[in-house]
Nanobody
């Protein structure tokens, strides 16, 4: 059973950097990729970053790649690994619920990587494992 648990969100000031954490109780060789998504109530979900399992290849929404960094730490063992999303210089428009998700489907991972940064109701299809989310609120 795959379990994902996000943490690291909170209420911060504009311009502050933040690191979100996703503790994944799943061996990395089971999942093909992990990704971070965000969603504001009333708006479509948006994928912001994606990393292929093993940490070698990373994808970003084009307009975010200079401020967002996704990484994966497998040093604590195969069963529990952590995926991080570091966000620099947050702005109020980025207030959202941030979710991490995992997929075992290579095609879903690669298709999602191509549409990062595009809010759409179909975003996240093929990702069968989701965390409960961590809220980020950026005060102006």
């Amino acid at each position: 059973q795959v379990q994902l648990l996000e943490s690291g969100g909170g209420s911060v000031q504009t311009g502050v950097s933040l690191r979100l954490n996703c503790l994944a109780s799943v061996p990395p060789y089971v999942t093909y990729c992990m990704a971070w998504f965000r969603q504001v109530p009333g708006k479509e979900r948006e994928g912001v970053a994606l990393i292929l399992s093993g940490g070698g290849v990373r994808y970003y929404a084009a307009y975010l790649k200079d401020r967002f960094t996704i990484s994966q730490d497998n040093s604590k063992g195969a069963v529990n690994n952590t995926v991080y999303l570091e966000i620099a210089r947050l702005n109020p428009e980025e207030s959202a619920m941030y979710y991490c998700a995992a997929s075992t489907i290579p095609l879903a991972c690669l298709a999602t990587a191509k549409v990062l940064g595009v809010p759409d109701r179909r975003i996240g299809l093929g990702f069968h494992y989701w965390g409960q989310g961590t809220q980020v609120t950026v005060d102006s």
